[in-house]
């Protein structure tokens, strides 16, 4: 069977490490109470990884865009053909979401994002406490929304490489190829 | 009329009389105390909500002016609930101790068109330092509208103690800026 590109592969797991990284830092930054030296360093991880997620995101969609995947098995059933690619295409409007509305919760926060803390990044949003107490709860159920999303993905990917053996992890994997 | 001496002398009087007694009403709906520090590089404004100005000012003596600024350090400002109610804790503003921060002047000076020259004592958390910073004033809707700038380190008066006394995490710089506009 295909793979997927070297490049496909190392920006997907790449992106992959980093969400999960930047996914738990939000929990636990968000459950440290009052402030604290190591909070607010969270904090800026927790924002850099989401700058970083979001620049790869980018060159990922237009490697995407310019490289077909390579085909599902033959013989999965038409419904599942949609559902893969209809939760793929929602994975990549996530991977643009949730980082975009993380920062543009931080900007009306007031808070720039000092990449690495080496330069500032674009401020397209002026502090604005009311849109950032709006932003808030959007970037917690929009990082919410893309856990179960992401969790459907793993699921799916264990059946076809445990229960069907169709190959299919296969493709996204590091490695020879089959 | 003629000027005699003592006419001048008296006519000084009651010049430097007025000037003494012009304190400004503070307009604080147009009035600001900010304070710009940066955490991990990343600047950040915050301001005091509660202060009182008290400016003594006139245009035709600026030497003679005064001012007075006390502020509430308990009403500073970052955007969050919980982090205006830790830096009010005693590692920072410690403001039951010390509820008030307050810069007083010694000195006036003109320092050019619209500039003065203002030098005076700043006392925050119980600690006081000679400070001096330029000050522009100019009239703005029949108002003084005076705003300056000074930057102070904060470790010198104790903002900051223990663990936060890592300048990489908050830089000892912090830039107060302020504006107090007034009328007669």
Redesign the interface.
Known sequence: MQRYTTTAIVLHWLIAILIIGAFTLGLVMTDI?????AK??YF?WHKWTGVTVLLLACLRLLWRLKNRPPALPDAMPAWQRGAAHGLHHLLYVFIFAVPLSGYCYTLA??????YF??F?LPVFIA?N?AL?ETLKPIHYWLNMSMAALVALHVLAALKHHFLDRDGTLRRMLPGRSY | MKLTRSSIAALLAATTLLANAVPLKTDAAHSSVTATFK???????ASFKRFNAQIDYDAGHPEKATARVDIDTASFDM??A??N??VAKKDWFNSPQFPKASFVSTAIRPGGAGKLNVSGKLTIKGRTQDVSFPLSVKPEGGKQVFEGQLPIKRLAFNIGEG??K?TS?VADEVVIKFRVAASQ
């Open positions: 109470p009052g402030i604290s030296p607010l360093r800026s926060a007031g808070i720039p994002v000092v803390g080496l500032q502090k406490p950032a | 955490q991990m590089n990343v600047p950040v404004d955007g969050e919980e982090y109610k830790e663990e936060w890592d995490m």
